[in-house]
């Protein structure tokens, strides 16, 4: 099945998509040019500005349409750029990851400022068993493992990485991408999964492969100090490192994307470990990465929770 793009409602502002320009998207201007004055009205060759026009000019805003789109061998480079720090900088088979992402053209998405520019965004859901033998797979698994000496959560990662209905959400966009793009890509999503779920044209083998019970979620964020200093902290609960211990003030933690906090709080159980390598000031925030289990019986949560602090776009665009 190849998906048509799905362009949410409204378009989206933004300031500098990339850091440099907008890279080809459809871009037009917030203010109407500004017409001079007649020779009739004004002598000078040129017309004079006030400061109430230059103000405007100032305040002149880029717009931005960001459209939706299954994953495509086009966007190989774009994936595989974006994908490239996952592990946060270790060596791993990115091309595996990304071309697992493009088979997988019934489920998954890409925003794109037009189709052929480079995605700014990826959201998918692999299922870990069907993946599991691949080179990418086992460096993630490893990847994670690898950031604790806890015995318990060390034990949780990889049972609920070998389970049948486990599926890995891979979530990535580029830091300066509007909040607002969250809603539509978890909507996209888990409405795709429950179209494949309840196609009966599709094989049950197919159709078995989608029924997720849980998703494993690796993501970033900040700290405004280190999760109680430990490399091997395991967080017992959704919400055990914003507790406060007694006589003591906890972490402050800052989520880099507004989704990960509701993950977050209905997560069954998650584990922060610093970024390796990253030389941090004494009053920066901490990067942190962060896995973490969700039952899928708790992703209506979330994307309510979303909803109603960032907007849906989308929420009346059917697939």
Not at 106 to 119: A, I, L, M, R
Not at 277 to 291: A, E, H, I, S, T
Request: glycine residues 6%; negative net charge; contains cysteine.
């Amino acid at each position: 099945m190849t998906k048509k793009k799905r362009p949410v409602s409204d378009n989206e502002e933004v300031e500098d998509i990339d850091g440099d320009d907008t890279d080809g998207g459809q871009v037009t201007s917030g203010e109407e040019e500004t017409e001079g004055t007649s020779d009739d009205d004004n002598d000078d060759e040129y017309p004079e500005v006030s400061e109430e026009d230059d103000e405007d000019e100032k305040q002149e805003e880029v717009v931005i349409d960001f459209e939706f789109f299954s994953p495509k061998e086009i966007d190989f480079h774009g994936l595989r750029a974006l994908l490239f720090t996952y592990l946060d900088g270790r060596q791993y088979d990115a091309s595996g990851l990304v071309n697992a992402i493009i088979k997988q053209d019934t489920v998954g998405n890409v925003v794109k400022t037009s189709e052929e520019d480079d995605p700014i965004a990826i959201f998918t859901a692999l299922n870990t068993q069907t993946h599991s033998h691949q080179e990418w797979f086992k460096e993630l698994k490893d990847f994670l493992s690898s950031s604790c000496k806890d015995a318990t959560i060390k034990k949780s990662i990889s049972e609920a990485l070998s389970q049948s209905g486990t599926a890995l959400l891979v979530n990535e966009r580029l830091i300066n991408c509007p909040p607002k793009l969250a809603p539509p890509l978890m909507q996209f999503l888990f409405e795709e999964i429950r179209e494949v779920c309840e196609d009966e044209e599709r094989s049950k083998q197919e159709r078995d492969s989608f029924a997720f019970e849980r998703y494993i979620v690796v993501t970033r964020l900040y700290a405004d100090h280190e999760a109680s200093g430990s490399r091997q902290q395991a967080v017992a609960g959704p919400s055990s490192s914003k507790k406060k211990q007694k006589g003591t003030e906890g972490p402050v933690l800052v989520y880099l994307r507004p989704e990960d906090e509701f993950l977050h709080k209905h997560c069954v159980w998650s584990h922060t470990f610093p970024v390796e390598g990253k030389v941090v000031g004494k009053d920066d925030l901490q990067p942190l990465r962060m896995v973490m289990l969700v039952d899928t019986a708790n992703i209506p949560k979330v994307r309510k929770a979303l909803d109603a602090t960032v907007g849906n776009m989308a929420a009346n665009v059917g697939l």
